[in-house]
């Protein structure tokens, strides 16, 4: 059976995934997964009392725009930084503990799905950007073409 490039970057992306993933630990990358969302809900939620804020104090509607995103993407550093030093603390109380070897080792497997659904998102990209007929026969000769198929059916 013979392997072309993109099954070496996809074998390697996962494999990288995984290793990371399994020295964070589960509990780390769940929280910091949580510490995005919170802060980006967080963002969301305070983009409406914002609003007249910066239209208030400038006039020129695109100027007041850019002013919006701009405090905004403070809102979120802000938030996310003070949300990440309390979930990096909890990571480490879980890290330290008895399960610190089972967090790890499911920390792997997270991390093996992950990089699994990058490489299925990554695939699915590709083959609505690119059309059948301008493929390359790499992409087409492609083993893991038919766990990306498997996989769509599966949703």
Request: aromatic content about 8%; charged content about 10%.
């Amino acid at each position: 059976m013979d392997m072309t490039i993109l099954d070496g970057v996809a074998i390697v992306i996962i494999l990288c995934s995984s290793l990371l993933a399994m020295l964070r630990g589960f509990s780390r990358e769940v929280l910091s997964l949580t510490s995005w969302t919170v802060a980006a809900f967080i963002t969301l939620f305070l983009c409406k009392p914002i609003l007249p804020f910066t239209n208030q104090y400038i006039s020129h509607a695109m100027i007041a725009l850019i002013a919006l995103i701009a405090l905004l993407i403070i809102i979120f550093i802000i938030v996310l930084s003070i949300i990440s030093i309390i979930t990096m603390k909890i990571a480490n109380f879980i890290i330290n503990s008895r399960i610190g070897i089972i967090d790890r080792t499911v920390g792997f497997i997270f991390g093996a799905v992950r990089g699994a659904l990058i490489i299925l998102i990554s695939m699915l990209l590709v083959d609505i950007l690119l059309k059948l007929e301008r493929q390359s026969d790499m992409y087409i000769l492609v083993k893991s073409t038919s766990q990306e198929q498997y996989a769509l059916l599966r949703i």
